[in-house]
């Protein structure tokens, strides 16, 4: 009888060999296939608006812009535009040449990073502005600021679109480029303007209407007009404009901001901009956005999340099921808020600079898929989410995962025969509460079968063989006359910078490692007393 049962047991095992069994089973397998290829990525990185002045003069500073640049590595800088608002002491930091804006695009410049600038108009212009009118009570209800109308009763979006050529050009003579410009943040929101009764308040926002009416002027109509005064104006140095910014996505919110730029002014319009605050995150309407804004760049531009996984989980469907080139974090550096920001920083110059739970999640995507990757096909039967890019040449290729599930799971990857010549793996796993969470963790080469824990949020970074077709695109780069360069003094400034931070780099590198642990260690005594 044993010896029967041997028998069977050796049959059962050849046939689980035979039939790879013991091997990575197929609904463990991830396939990548490097040749379908969807959006190029433009970058990562978030707004600087509210608050910069504490981070620019804090006494820590250049750790500020080591965490920025060198640590999450964020190439997308937006900036609020403050020509002639409402807060004399903000108004005046244009006319001075934008001090605190420097700071921060000089910051990055030493460290290596050419930053692509966003300008976004909040539509905080002094109600006295000749083009500005008051709208005590539209129709629906709603009470805003709109443009005034001329005397021959039409809508003054000349006079704002030569507003809009000064406010670039107070970037421009700061020396600092602008590369897109928004001309109004959250356009749907600017109308509601009311307080709790209904009654009409003095910080009711700038209305741009999707159609023009009585009561507003049109989105559209501005939007095209500051189009041809920054052609007019710049000629091919024009910023891009981004079109709609909307605070919520969705196809028919948004096509009903493009749609007549599209129908009036096509060549106006090659970038689409949205938030997410309200917006239903599921799979269906983000795949419906992306496929209503097909014909366009994407930039998700505005959104907070204290809860950073998932928050990552929200970053990874709007590069996979929406397709967006561009992913902004809102507050850069804030006021202390309780960790929706990336870094906290207090209004006393020695007061303690934290870096936030985003700040660490948001890497796994913005220190690895740089601009110019682009994405492409994935699929797989895993509970697990993934999202794969390329490098222009195919040298390199980064597959994020995230596993919102309560099960750990395994996987292997299927590059198509593609063969790997080096690794990394980094691995963040969500704790109990957001002071449990482990970031970053180094885990070595990329094995199959790797395990992605229950929580676990992974970036897997892979050298493979360049294409052998590949070409790289001879780009010449034109320098921006309307530009000013920095001062001698300025440029004296940078390169000082520059050296500094090579200088810090190793004492920084220790310090980090201190500072963890400590961080660590105060966690678990926090834990403990609870």
Same mark, same amino acid.
């Given at each position: 009888m044993k010896r029967l049962l041997s028998v069977f047991a050796a049959l059962a095992l050849a046939f689980s060999l035979s039939t790879g069994l013991f091997a990575a089973r197929e609904e463990e397998t991830v396939h990548i296939d490097l040749d379908d290829t969807y959006q190029t990525i433009d970058g990562f990185g978030a707004s600087y608006t509210w608050y910069l002045g504490w981070a620019?003069?804090?006494?820590?500073?250049?750790?500020?812009?080591?965490?920025?640049?060198?640590?999450?590595?964020f190439n997308i800088?937006?900036?609020?535009?403050?020509?002639?608002?409402?807060?004399?002491?903000?108004?005046?930091?244009?006319?001075?040449?934008?001090? *605190?804006?420097? #700071?921060? !695009?000089?910051?990055? $410049?030493?460290?290596? /990073?050419? =930053?692509t600038v966003l300008v976004t108009s909040w539509g905080e212009?002094?109600?006295?502005?000749?083009?500005?009118?008051?709208?005590?009570?539209?129709?629906?209800?709603?009470?805003?600021?709109?443009?005034?109308?001329?005397?021959?009763?039409?809508?003054m979006y000349d006079e704002l679109a030569d507003f809009c050529v000064q406010s670039v050009r107070y970037f421009f003579d700061a020396g600092i480029p602008v590369d897109y410009f928004s001309i109004s943040n959250e356009a749907e929101f600017q109308e509601r303007g009311t307080d709790e009764n209904g009654n009409a308040r003095a910080e009711a926002g700038f209305f741009l209407g999707a159609d023009e009416?009585?009561?507003?002027?049109?989105?559209?109509k501005a939007y095209i007009a500051v189009y041809e005064a920054f052609k007019?104006?710049?000629?091919?140095?024009?910023?891009?404009?981004?079109?709609? *910014?909307?605070? #919520?996505? !969705?196809?028919?919110? $948004?096509?009903?901001? /493009?749609? =007549?730029?599209?129908?009036?002014?096509?060549?106006?319009l090659s970038v689409?901009?949205?938030?997410?605050?309200?917006?239903?995150?599921?799979?269906?309407?983000?795949?419906?956005?992306?496929?209503?804004?097909?014909?366009?760049?994407?930039?998700?531009?505005?959104?907070?999340?204290?809860?950073?996984?998932?928050?990552?989980?929200?970053?990874?469907?709007?590069?996979?099921?929406?397709?967006?080139?561009?992913?902004?974090?809102?507050?850069?550096?804030?006021?202390?808020?309780?960790?929706?920001?990336?870094?906290?920083?207090?209004?006393?110059?020695?007061?303690?600079?934290?870096?936030?739970?985003?700040?660490y999640a948001l890497q796994h995507f913005s220190k690895y898929i740089k601009k110019g990757y682009k994405r492409v096909g994935v699929s797989e039967?895993?509970?697990?989410?993934?999202?794969?890019?390329?490098?222009?040449?195919?040298?390199?290729?980064?597959?994020?995962?995230?596993?919102?599930?309560?099960?750990?799971?395994?996987?292997?990857?299927?590059?198509?025969?593609k063969e790997i010549l080096g690794s990394k793996v980094i691995l963040s796993v969500e704790g109990e509460n957001r002071f449990s969470h482990e970031f970053l963790t180094d885990m070595g080469e990329y094995e199959d079968e790797l395990l992605l824990p229950a929580g676990g949020l992974m970036t897997i970074v892979l050298d493979l063989e360049p294409d052998p077709?590949?070409?790289?695109?001879?780009?010449?780069?034109?320098?921006?006359?309307?530009?000013?360069?920095?001062?001698?003094?300025?440029?004296?400034?940078?390169?000082?910078?520059?050296?500094?931070?090579?200088?810090?780099?190793?004492?920084?590198?220790?310090?980090?490692?201190?500072?963890?642990n400590m961080k660590k260690l105060a966690a678990k005594e926090k834990e403990d007393n609870q």
């Open positions: 620019v003069n804090h006494n820590e500073s250049e750790t500020i812009w080591d965490w920025v640049f060198n640590e999450t590595e800088l937006r900036f609020r535009d403050l020509n002639e608002i409402r807060n004399e002491d903000e108004a005046q930091m244009a006319r001075d040449g934008y001090p *605190e804006y420097c #700071a921060v !695009y000089q910051a990055a $410049l030493a460290r290596g /990073i050419e =930053p212009y002094r109600r006295d502005l000749p083009f500005v009118a008051f709208t005590e009570k539209a129709d629906n209800g709603f009470t805003y600021y709109t443009l005034a109308k001329n005397a021959d009763g039409e809508y009416n009585e009561y507003h002027a049109a989105y559209w007019e104006a710049f000629g091919e140095f024009a910023p891009v404009l981004i079109g709609a *910014e909307t605070m #919520a996505a !969705y196809p028919d919110l $948004l096509k009903s901001y /493009i749609d =007549p730029i599209a129908e009036n002014c096509p060549e106006s689409v901009g949205h938030h997410l605050y309200g917006t239903d995150l599921s799979e269906r309407n983000l795949r419906a956005v992306g496929e209503a804004m097909s014909g366009y760049t994407i930039w998700q531009t505005e959104l907070y999340n204290n809860d950073c996984f998932a928050h990552s989980e929200t970053v990874l469907d709007e590069l996979v099921y929406e397709g967006v080139s561009a992913y902004l974090y809102w507050n850069g550096v804030w006021d202390f808020d309780m960790g929706n920001c990336l870094i906290e920083v207090g209004y006393q110059p020695d007061s303690m600079i934290t870096r936030m739970n985003n700040h039967e895993l509970k697990s989410k993934f999202g794969a890019f390329k490098s222009p040449d195919g040298s390199k290729l980064t597959v994020v995962a995230i596993n919102r599930s309560n099960e750990d799971e395994y996987m292997t990857l299927d590059l198509g025969g077709d590949y070409v790289e695109p001879v780009v010449e780069k034109k320098e921006n006359p309307f530009v000013k360069k920095p001062s001698g003094a300025n440029v004296l400034a940078i390169v000082i910078a520059a050296v500094a931070v090579v200088v810090v780099a190793a004492i920084a590198l220790s310090a980090v490692i201190v500072i963890k």
